[in-house]
């Protein structure tokens, strides 16, 4: 166990829906990161947040978006889903920007049908 | 942007054997290379890392090499289990202010037969 927690484990959606996944760190880091892991395009990254602040972004669409709140935990949003956005998502977690080390969560499967 | 080639793609090897995975990357200035183990619908685990500043690091049974000339890194498992069957990623992070970003290879599933 990575200390790393997410929700839900598993999400199954329509297209043209919305959902959220949500993440929450290890006690004591504030650098959140998000991946996107699907069959055809491996482990992509999404977006990073340090501390409330979004620090970086990755091949994330712009149907996508994230936040990071004052406690820390994370979330993803995902909208206008499409098929092609199946996939496990993951967030890592390290505990200062600029530290190398990254600790994932289980993920979340996400399914549009 | 960096981009990271990693090979074989599938390795199969007999237990007690050796394994050893190779990534390229393309990005002289990144600065850390970590290796994640994946099982099945499992989240990638961290199993060892590597610096810029260092050649070679060991833990146990696994170890990782850095050519930054050749801008390649390896892992080696030794004396191989059925437990160590996964599938490995391997990754660079390019540098960044404030941030540190992981490019994964493609993978490689590893099968270790009793």
């Known amino acids: 166990d990575s200390g790393v927690t997410q929700t839900p484990k598993h999400l199954i959606t329509a297209t043209g829906q919305r959902v959220t996944l949500r993440c929450s760190p290890r006690?004591?880091?504030?650098?959140v990161y998000w991946y996107q892991q699907s069959l055809d395009q491996g482990l992509q990254f999404l977006i990073q947040y340090y501390n409330g602040e979004e620090r970086a972004k990755g091949n994330i669409l712009e149907r996508f978006s994230a936040q990071q709140f004052p406690d820390l935990h994370s979330e993803l949003n995902l909208s206008s889903l499409e098929l092609g956005d199946s996939a496990l998502y993951f967030c890592a977690s390290s505990p200062v920007t600029g530290t190398y080390e990254q600790y994932f969560g289980p993920g979340t499967r996400l399914t549009v049908t | 942007g960096e981009n990271v080639e990693q090979h074989p793609s599938t390795l199969s090897v007999q237990e007690g054997d050796s394994a050893v995975i190779k990534c390229t990357y393309s990005?002289?200035?990144?600065?850390?290379f970590p290796w994640y183990k994946q099982e099945l619908g499992k989240r990638p685990q961290l199993i060892i890392d590597i610096r810029s500043n260092v050649g070679e690091k060991k833990d146990q049974r696994i170890a990782v090499t850095l050519n930054k000339t050749a801008k390649h890194f390896s892992l080696h498992i030794t004396e191989t289990q059925p437990e160590d069957s996964a599938v490995y990623f391997c990754a660079a992070s390019p540098p960044g202010t404030g941030f540190q970003k992981l490019v994964f290879g493609t993978g490689t599933r590893l099968l270790v037969s009793p």
């Open positions: 006690s004591g880091d504030l650098s």
């Open positions: 990005d002289s200035a990144s600065n850390y």
